[in-house]
């Protein structure tokens, strides 16, 4: 790698050249360095980066890149011609030697012409290789289906894939690396093995914004911070780093702006105090007074706080009491057009409180699978189990549609505070309006105060996502479905919401691809499998379920280089015959007690997790529900490895 550095100097940000987003004096990138850059949303992330990578310009400061120095930006936004195939797009957006080589060998050999020359540029480049390694880059991103199809046939998620894929197949040729929300529309497999990649490049300098914490805390070795409020701050080490040193910088903050608000006091009640006899006060204490008056209050203007920020504006919705109800399924089955069954006779319950993440392949029906409980799907059979008090919030992938798209988001959310009876009497203050309030509701969600007056309709896809946030939280729901609720947000506000989903006393069903949320979060999970429609219910956290599935690949991995062997050995020797009809319907009965005895093992599971909830307060009970819960967690462990065999035998 040729990066010595790439520096930026006095870097100034504003938004339309009247509010300053962020100041740099100094900004040094180094071989190997990998950043991430937080920030709430409208601060001046994408800014900054745009710049770093040579696509916008700031309002202040310089940028200096090393001569020779390849720097490639993924941005959010992409362009291509709609009629070009995804795997010509890679190709022709892909800028290495190895990929000019190999379009020029291409080229060549459908037309027959300059195919000496070609040959000894792909020998010179050391490119024979690169089509195979560019190959393997789009089918780890989900592109292997989609090559012959033309980029105007794409999602817009689709298209980012393509955009990362032109990056990666050229990563041994780049030295600076900049990704704008990265693991945006990827799998759960594929956030691992992107960031398994990076990782593995260990010359390679990035910069990159994600609200993906788990992502950051793996590939990052520094935080960038910007403050929303102007300043910057550099942590080192990943994302549980920044946390650390912002909550140390603001406890440092509280104390000075405790002490300012002491001493404002205090010369206020001096100059309250009357003079003694005929005396009058000093000039020189007057302009004491004055000097810290001005300080002090310049102190306790500039307090912004530390707050919980999403958990201070649900707090100001009043609830309701504590009628946590339960939710579930009887035997439902859902058939989608020309996809048959998405749910097959699938039997579920939830108690309240618990917290369940929904976790699966793309298209294997977990969208589905909220809509059903939401009632916002039609069933083919069965019927869903409601406890008499369910207050259900929907937090839905689609963007929310405003009745008046005119509307300005200070009515907006003005409005929404008035529906939902806002201000408990937690959060009211003397002499609160309702303009008052909907502003604590918007710095919440950390919506950026210069878009406040913005009409609805002129939103980005982030801001709308705010909105509908609240909108879903001031309907005070006790059970709260969400599907991909981090989309959208940047990563300090999926933190805030983390916290509010860990502290909500209703029951939580979330789809997510934020393994940080669903670790943090959840305590037993949906597993969806592709193309089953039976889903299974696994008790425990999502490392857990993660750790059990990487051990079971492993296992079949293994049965399957065993019976490679064994077929290899045997493949002179007489076929066996085949399995007798007697054996098979045997297969088929144990197959079909094993999926009864799974279903009552996850039956006992949820009703020990129930019982725990319980009996919080007796440690004697927990110390034996703890032990029951992990003898039933081996026991469908086993029942699930059983399951797989007999599967294939039956299929």
Not at 53 to 71: C, H, N, R, T, W
Not at 312 to 332: I, P, S
Not at 348 to 361: E, L
Not at 384 to 389: K, P, R, S, Y
Request: proline residues 3%; glycine residues 8%.
């Amino acid at each position: 790698m040729s990066l010595t550095s790439s520096k930026g100097t006095d870097l100034y940000g504003s938004h339309d050249d009247m509010r300053t987003l962020f100041r740099v004096d100094e900004l040094t990138l180094r071989q190997g360095q990998k950043m991430a850059v937080v920030g709430a949303n409208g601060c001046g992330k994408s800014t900054l980066i745009r710049a770093l990578g040579g696509k916008a310009s700031l309002a202040g400061g310089k940028i200096e890149v090393d001569p020779g120095v390849q720097v490639c930006i993924v941005e959010q936004a992409t362009k291509y011609d709609p009629e070009q195939l995804v795997l010509d797009a890679v190709y022709a957006n892909a800028n290495s030697p190895q990929a000019a080589a190999t379009r020029r060998y291409k080229a060549a050999m459908a037309l027959g012409e300059d195919l000496q020359e070609a040959l000894d540029l792909m020998e010179a480049t050391q490119a024979w290789g690169w089509e195979d390694e560019a190959t393997n880059v789009m089918a780890q991103l989900g592109l292997g289906e989609l090559l012959a199809r033309p980029m105007g046939q794409l999602s817009g998620g689709e298209e980012r894939r393509v955009a990362l894929a032109s990056a990666l197949v050229d990563l041994d040729a780049i030295d600076l690396l900049i990704l704008d929300e990265p693991t945006n529309h990827l799998s759960t497999e594929g956030c691992d093995w992107l960031q398994d990649r990076l990782q593995a490049a260990e010359d390679l300098s990035l910069v990159l914004v994600t609200h993906d914490r788990y992502f950051l805390d793996e590939v990052c070795n520094e935080v960038l911070e910007i403050d929303g409020l102007g300043a910057t701050y550099t942590h080192q080490g990943g994302w549980n780093n920044f946390l650390e040193g912002r909550a140390e910088r603001w406890k440092e903050k509280q104390a000075q702006v405790d002490a300012a608000k002491v001493q404002l006091k205090r010369a206020k009640e001096w100059m309250a105090r009357g003079v003694r006899g005929r005396g009058t006060r000093s000039k020189k204490g007057v302009a004491g007074f004055l000097d810290a008056k001005e300080r002090a209050a310049a102190v306790v203007a500039a307090d912004d706080g530390a707050p919980d920020l999403l958990g201070q504006g649900y707090a100001g919705f009043k609830q309701g009491g504590k009628d946590y109800a339960m939710v579930g399924l009887k035997n439902v089955t859902v058939t989608v057009p020309r996809r048959g069954n998405i749910l097959d006779q699938v039997t579920m319950q939830f108690a309240k409180g618990s917290k369940v993440g929904i976790v699966g392949p793309n298209g294997a029906g977990k969208s589905t699978f909220l809509r059903t409980l939401s009632g916002d799907q039609e069933l083919a059979g069965g019927e869903l189990v409601f406890g008499d008090a369910v207050r259900m919030g929907f937090l839905t992938q689609e963007p929310p549609v405003f009745p008046d798209p005119r509307q300005r988001v200070m009515q907006f959310v003005s409005e929404i505070a008035d529906e939902a009876a806002y201000l408990s009497d937690a959060t009211a203050k003397p002499g609160d309006t309702r303009e008052a309030a909907a502003a604590r509701l918007l710095a919440s969600v950390n919506f950026d105060r210069a878009r406040w007056q913005t009409e609805v309709d002129m939103l980005s896809g982030g801001e709308r996502r705010r909105l509908q946030l609240l909108r879903v939280l001031s309907q005070r729901p006790n059970v709260l479905l969400l599907d991909e609720p981090t989309n959208d947000l940047d990563a300090v506000t999926v933190d805030s919401l983390e916290q509010l989903l860990k502290s909500f006393a209703g029951t939580v069903i979330v789809v997510s691809h934020d393994r940080s949320l669903l670790d943090g979060v959840c305590n037993m999970h949906v597993v969806f499998f592709k193309d089953s429609g039976r889903p299974r219910l696994w008790s425990g956290t999502y490392a857990e379920l993660r750790e059990w599935q990487e051990e079971q690949a492993k296992e079949e991995r293994s049965k399957s280089r065993q019976a490679a062997a064994a077929a290899a050995a045997v493949a002179a020797a007489p076929k066996a015959p085949a399995i007798s009809q007697k054996e098979l319907k045997d297969a088929r009965r144990r197959f079909n007690s094993l999926e009864k005895e799974i279903e009552s093992t996850e039956e006992l599971l949820a009703e020990v997790d129930s019982d725990i909830q319980e009996h919080a307060s007796d440690a004697e009970k927990i110390v034996e529900l703890c032990a029951r819960r992990e003898e039933l967690g081996k026991r469908q462990a086993e029942l699930y490895e059983r399951w797989e065999e007999l599967a294939e035998l039956v299929a």
